[in-house]
């Protein structure tokens, strides 16, 4: 669910996200269930170079000083996906 403070939250991330290489690919609010059902209102999607890039910026400094802010933000749901190479 959200709550006051996403832009603010979304900006200080994706600034936090730079010298790891990441960076936002997808940000908007969900329109309609097509199929299932969906427990959230909107989806961010980032990018990183590998997931030892993607973990040492979520256990940085600079992200976890905005921690609280996410919190309050919105209550959500981080997961990791991988792709294949192309």
Known sequence: MLRGGPQEYAQKAGASMAPYGGEAVLRG???????????????????????????AWFHSDAYQA??????????????TYSTPAS
């Open 66 to 79: 905005i921690v609280p802010l996410r919190d309050e933000a919105a209550d959500m749901t981080i997961a």
């Open 29 to 55: 609010k969900m329109d309609d269930v097509l199929v299932g059902q969906a427990d959230h209102q909107a989806v961010g999607i980032v990018k990183f170079p590998s997931q030892d890039a993607l973990s």
